[in-house]
């Protein structure tokens, strides 16, 4: 167990529609990253914040927006969903150490 | 894009180490070398990091040459269950706040009984 808890684990919803995705860092870490994998594909790097403020940006799409709460939790938010945004979607988290820890994913099916 | 060069693919046989190996040939002195592994679709796993000395812990060593342009994560006792895809990372700190992970291809290690 990683610490870093996703939920859902897995989501199905169809084309146009709008999802949340949630992530619970592991206690005291202030960094999050958020990271897309499609079928057979690598890690894309998507988004970082870090004690709320956005930190660095990768290849998000415009229809993708995130997060961090005060109390660093960080949501990941899916609009417009197309066929190609079915992957699984990691979460990670780091603190002081830089050591960064995954969650388990969620599996979005776009249909 | 990613700042580490991997083979695409290895093999190991079961109980041998697996040594993989990883060019960062333009890391600069502040960037550290990270090392995790992924297996099928799972979170990828954190292993281990340096910044130039060796290291080791309990899952693994890491080699830094001494001009810090590659490295040679090392798994002594090669076991089924690590067969994964194993991916290097050089990784700057800055500020507190730590750079982003960015993941290349990373090597997909076959360890055969």
């Known amino acids: 167990d990683s610490g870093v808890t996703q939920t859902p684990k897995h989501l199905i919803t169809a084309t146009g529609q709008r999802v949340t995705l949630r992530c619970s860092p592991r206690s005291g870490d202030l960094s999050v990253y958020w990271y897309q994998q499609s079928l057979d594909q690598g890690l894309q790097f998507l988004i970082q914040?870090?004690?709320?403020?956005?930190?660095a940006k990768g290849n998000i799409l415009e229809r993708f927006s995130a997060q961090q709460f005060p109390d660093l939790h960080s949501e990941l938010n899916l609009s417009s969903l197309e066929l190609g945004d079915s992957a699984l979607y990691f979460c990670?988290?780091?603190?002081?150490?830089?050591?960064?820890?995954f969650g388990q994913g969620t599996r979005l099916t776009v249909v | 894009d990613a700042k580490t060069t991997q083979p695409p693919s290895m093999d190991c046989a079961e109980g041998r180490a697996a040594n993989l190996p990883c060019n960062h040939s333009t890391i600069s002195g502040n960037e550290y070398v990270y090392w995790y592994r992924q297996i099928h679709s799972q979170g990828p796993q954190y292993i281990i990091h340096?910044?130039?000395n060796n290291e080791t812990n309990e899952m693994a060593s890491l080699i830094i040459t001494e001009d810090r342009k590659s490295s040679t994560l090392i798994l002594p006792h090669a076991t089924l269950r690590d067969t994964a895809v194993y991916y290097c990372?050089?990784?700057?700190?800055?500020?507190?706040?730590?750079?982003?992970?960015?993941f290349g291809k990373g090597t997909k290690l076959s360890v055969k009984p």
């Open positions: 914040y870090y004690n709320g403020e956005e930190r």
């Open positions: 990372i050089v990784r700057g700190v800055d500020g507190g706040s730590q750079g982003n992970l960015i």
């Open positions: 340096g910044l130039k």
């Open positions: 990670a988290s780091s603190g002081r150490l830089g050591r960064a820890f």
